[in-house]
């Protein structure tokens, strides 16, 4: 009995097995977008405690505390450094999600909007701090 069903592993193709193609990915897309995750999430991870320890010594002061953070040069900068590690980091993590179930123009449509609206998150924090930061 020779019948197609999900059952039957016989003629399973995975990337390590000959005649492998990958229709859908360009040649080295995999790599270079896993070390720029890599690098992102290390970068998140650095990152934290000195945002943190940053953001929770500038409230201290209150609300006027923290905008005097983010009005300095180096508070501004470090927060715009995390919130650019994260809102990329973000975009790649969603990126993963639009490649693994989607196809064809819905999935050109789904990186294409999701690199727009992470860039305007970042133009607009990157805005709100450098102007704080440089502009007063």
């Not at 009005?71 to 693994?100: H, N, R």
């Amino acid at each position: 009995m020779s019948t197609k069903n999900s059952t039957d592993t016989s003629n399973i193709r995975t990337p390590d097995a000959p005649g492998y193609t990958a229709k859908h990915v360009g040649k080295g897309h995999g790599t270079t977008h896993h070390k720029i995750r890599g690098f992102t999430g290390w970068g998140l991870i650095i990152g934290l405690p000195f945002a943190i320890w940053s953001a929770v010594s500038a409230i201290g002061g209150g609300s006027d505390g923290f905008a005097a953070w983010l009005s300095s040069p180096i508070g501004g900068l470090g927060f715009l450094a995390f919130a650019t590690a994260a809102i990329w980091y973000c975009k790649l993590e969603m990126d993963e999600v639009i490649l693994d179930y989607f196809e064809g123009g819905v999935r050109t449509f789904g990186l294409i909007k999701n690199k727009i609206v992470a860039g305007l998150i970042w133009l607009a924090i990157a805005y709100a701090v450098l102007k704080l930061a440089f502009l007063g």
